[in-house]
């Protein structure tokens, strides 16, 4: 016959069990979850079970661009709204990859609630993110993805691939489908700039009038080189190259700087398509020496990072996938609102 447990040790089992949680009761699970509805903003107050604010490492690929910048601007954004504290850093220059993994280790060594990563190689930045999700922090990826997106909360960037094809077409229609194209590709490795490169080359494939005069050459993370790599170019093919597409702030902005340097006047005649915005860009676009440039939203981006993470934190369902549109500024629309606030983005102070 079964005897009766004594009330007070009842009571003390009830409680022990009842405060038990798995890692996923967390809401620090490792597996992305999937909704229909899109991150929405939120101004309730992030605290844990004790009390404390919920802590997101915001990691970008360097602190030097305006893009990074305002990605910054909008993930403090979402953390006034959520009440979340967070830690932008990065490494100075988007040529340290070691720099950022040892970023990524020191945030988890530190013990941060979640993890906002652009990572700058889409296979070495793996082993930090599985060391993350191993100990049931989350992860969101923004800008970037990697190889391997396994285990990943949440990845929140643009299509590149269709902003690049976007970029291809728009150059295809400015040359009216014939002449000798430059793409100057940016780093082996970065997943946005390839999904870029790859959608422009299958833009420009359409038109069987276009002859691509180079496309392996990468200007790399530093606008020097792409300087460099621009003025190679010009030296190399001259008034050979009709038009020319470059995938990022920095190869952008470089070759940029050496068609104003060409002293064949070069800047203005040979039809160029950009990406992303910076003083140095709007002025091109301003003088007529560049045509277009593809724009995304980083205030946009670092916002919704951030506020998935919180809600991630929560232990709210999150989108697998945040997309967040891109726009084509030309010198047609410069003064249209919205061209005109993704080009002058908010900057963090």
Known sequence: MCKRLPWALMLALTALLGCTKSPADSGKGNAADSSGTSATSSATSTVNSGGKKFRIAVIPKGTGHQFWKSVEAGARKAAVETGAEITFKGPTGEGDTTGQIQIVENFLADGYDAICLAPLDAVALRKPVDEAIKNYVPVIIFDSELKDMTGITSFVATNNYHAGQRAGEYLAELLGGKGHVILMRYNINSASTEAREQGFLDALAKSQGIELLSSDKHGGPG????????????????????????????????????????????????????????????????????????????????????????????????????????ALATTKNLSEPKIDSLLHPAKAD
């Open 223 to 326: 606008e020097a080189d792409s300087v460099k790599l621009g003025e190679d170019f010009l030296l190399n093919f001259g008034e050979k190259i009709d038009g020319i597409f470059c995938p990022n702030e920095s190869t952008a902005s470089g070759m940029l700087t050496a068609l104003k340097k060409d002293s064949r006047g070069l800047a203005g005649k040979i039809k160029f398509v950009g990406f992303d915005s910076s003083d140095n860009l709007v002025g091109g676009l301003k003088d007529g020496y560049l045509n277009a440039v593809v724009l995304q939203d980083p205030v946009q981006m670092g916002h919704d990072a951030v506020q998935t993470a919180v809600q991630k934190l929560r232990g709210e369902k999150v989108p697998e996938k945040i997309e967040v549109p891109e």
